[in-house]
């Protein structure tokens, strides 16, 4: 948990995963580990984004109802929290997903080629 909070290698531990807020770099600078070759894909943006977002909307009508604030003071309070819960959440885990990649050597699945077909 600790690699994925800071960006670290999971070869070396080095914080050097990130090279922009969500964007893994193309390697990494002390030990040369190669992570454009995991496929972290879009999976951690989309249970991410239905995660918060559902938490999120649940404060909110919460606090609706039990103060009843102004639109602008909702404005004022879920959009930065949503935008830092958001880009938060997915670089740890983006992180996570890499590093669980890197760990049980996980790939892609490959199929046996045969080269004739079945009779």
């Known amino acids: 948990m600790e690699a994925a909070l800071f960006g670290c290698c999971p070869r070396c531990g080095a914080r050097t995963l990130f090279v922009g807020a969500t964007q893994f770099a193309p390697r990494c600078r002390t030990c040369g580990l190669d992570y454009d070759s995991f496929n972290v894909g879009d999976g951690p943006a989309a249970f991410l984004t239905l995660i918060i977002g559902a938490m999120l909307v649940g404060l909110a ?42 760990r049980n050597s996980a790939g892609e699945a490959r199929s046996a080629t045969v080269d004739e077909p079945p009779a």
């Open 61 to 102: 009508i919460w606090l609706d109802i039990a103060v009843a604030p102004p639109l602008w003071v909702h404005l004022l309070i879920w959009i930065p929290v949503t935008v830092v819960s958001v880009l938060g959440g997915l670089r740890v885990a983006k992180a996570l997903l890499l590093i669980s990649e890197y």
